[in-house]
């Protein structure tokens, strides 16, 4: 890239990893203050949230130092780099989760939230972020480039193809851990859409609990369906571009592979809108935070609102002693008068 065109890649990310990290800091508030966290779908939110925090927080500043800026180690590249592939891999399984959870809360109801405790929340957060850093740290048990190793001891310019391999990013990531999970996904959505259908049709003598219900969770099914959809439409172009570069089947110019990346860290920054817009709980925690804090910018100093007091009571007195000054004085001409 130009100097030029260098200076707007940095300008976009710095702008991203700000709404990355506003935002998704936000979300966790507001599922925080809502008490939203003992409910499965919501832990799994915070997870997501948690991991697009990041990714504004640790991925972007480290995809940018990992794209040449930087003289260090081979191993310290390395890892910078493996950063950046396990809080990818944490979304994936973020959302993984959340479709499951949507599933089996509707194929299964009464069982499924009979069963499941608080404990089995975090158990299974805890399961994501393990599973998302074994398969993102693979790069530092040996799989990396080869013909760097001989210069493993002296310092480098950090690029992220310079020690990440294709075969690993396109073969085993994409391939393996990416696509799986996201036809998985979308799988999971359209049984679900299905049953809820099936369900809301047979609304005829049903109570009116059970179609609120599955109305309920139609609304919640459309807003997380439209966080897959948006991930796969930013993630997706940036591993199509490394596979068809990597199999020679087109050659992609290094601009596109910059706007790819752009395209893949925004994904992070445009969840908690979609929140604001599509989930009424986290929606109306959004409102209650708003009214907080421009209620305390507008409370007024309590000093002072005493001085004020006091003034008003002064020149009340003052009113009072002048009128009893002046009755007097009415009443003595009338009589005179008279």
């Given at each position: 890239?130009?100097?030029?065109?260098?200076?707007?890649?940095?300008?976009?990310?710095?702008?991203?990893?700000?709404?990355?990290?506003?935002?998704?800091?936000?979300?966790?508030?507001?599922?925080?203050?809502?008490?939203?966290?003992?409910?499965?779908?919501?832990?799994?939110?915070?997870?997501?949230?948690?991991?697009?925090?990041?990714?504004?927080?640790?991925?972007?500043?480290?995809?940018?130092?990992?794209?040449g800026?930087?003289?260090?180690?081979?191993?310290?590249?390395?890892?910078?780099?493996?950063?950046?592939?396990?809080?990818?891999?944490?979304s994936?399984?973020s959302?993984?989760?959340?479709?499951?959870?949507?599933?089996?809360?509707?194929?299964?109801?009464?069982?499924?939230?009979?069963?499941?405790?608080?404990?089995?929340?975090?158990?299974?957060?805890?399961?994501?972020?393990?599973s998302?850093?074994?398969?993102?740290?693979?790069?530092?048990?040996?799989?990396?480039?080869?013909?760097?190793?001989?210069?493993?001891?002296?310092?480098?310019?950090?690029?992220?193809?310079?020690?990440?391999?294709?075969?690993?990013?396109?073969?085993f990531?994409?391939?393996?851990?990416?696509?799986?999970?996201?036809?998985?996904?979308?799988?999971?959505?359209?049984?679900?859409?299905?049953?809820?259908?099936?369900?809301?049709?047979?609304?005829?003598?049903?109570?009116?609990?059970?179609?609120?219900?599955?109305?309920?969770?139609?609304?919640?099914a459309?807003?997380?369906?439209?966080?897959?959809?948006?991930?796969v439409?930013?993630?997706?172009?940036?591993?199509?571009?490394?596979?068809?570069?990597?199999?020679?089947?087109?050659?992609?110019?290094?601009?596109?592979?910059?706007?790819?990346?752009?395209?893949?860290?925004?994904?992070?920054?445009?969840?908690?809108?979609v929140?604001?817009?599509?989930?009424?709980?986290?929606?109306?925690?959004?409102?209650?935070?708003?009214?907080?804090?421009?209620?305390?910018?507008?409370?007024?100093?309590?000093?002072?609102?005493?001085?004020?007091?006091?003034?008003?009571?002064?020149?009340?007195?003052?009113?009072?002693?002048?009128?009893?000054?002046?009755?007097?004085?009415?009443?003595?001409?009338?009589?005179?008068?008279?």
């Amino acid at each position: 890239m130009s100097d030029g065109e260098k200076v707007i890649y940095t300008s976009l990310e710095v702008l991203i990893a700000v709404g990355c990290c506003l935002g998704n800091m936000l979300v966790i508030w507001a599922v925080w203050s809502c008490r939203a966290l003992s409910q499965t779908t919501f832990c799994f939110i915070v997870s997501l949230a948690l991991a697009d925090f990041l990714v504004g927080m640790v991925a972007v500043p480290f995809a940018v130092i990992v794209d040449g800026r930087l003289e260090t180690t081979f191993h310290c590249c390395l890892f910078i780099s493996c950063v950046v592939i396990v809080l990818t891999q944490a979304s994936v399984h973020s959302l993984l989760a959340i479709a499951v959870d949507r599933y089996l809360r509707v194929y299964k109801p009464l069982r499924y939230k009979g069963s499941v405790k608080k404990q089995h929340l975090w158990g299974a957060v805890t399961v994501c972020w393990l599973s998302a850093c074994l398969l993102g740290f693979i790069p530092m048990f040996g799989w990396h480039n080869k013909d760097t190793t001989t210069r493993e001891n002296t310092t480098i310019t950090c690029n992220f193809i310079s020690v990440i391999p294709m075969t690993y990013m396109v073969n085993f990531n994409f391939f393996a851990c990416i696509l799986p999970p996201t036809i998985i996904m979308m799988a999971l959505y359209l049984l679900l859409f299905n049953m809820i259908s099936k369900q809301l049709r047979k609304e005829v003598g049903r109570p009116v609990e059970s179609r609120s219900y599955y109305r309920k969770e139609r609304r919640l099914a459309n807003s997380l369906a439209l966080v897959l959809v948006l991930f796969v439409i930013c993630w997706i172009p940036l591993h199509i571009m490394n596979t068809l570069d990597y199999y020679e089947i087109v050659k992609v110019p290094a601009v596109a592979f910059h706007i790819g990346i752009l395209l893949s860290h925004a994904n992070s920054a445009v969840n908690p809108i979609v929140y604001a817009f599509k989930v009424p709980k986290i929606k109306k925690a959004y409102k209650s935070i708003l009214m907080k804090l421009t209620s305390t910018e507008q409370k007024e100093d309590p000093s002072s609102q005493t001085l004020e007091n006091n003034a008003s009571s002064n020149s009340n007195s003052i009113i009072r002693c002048t009128t009893m000054k002046i009755n007097p004085q009415v009443v003595l001409a009338t009589n005179q008068n008279g």
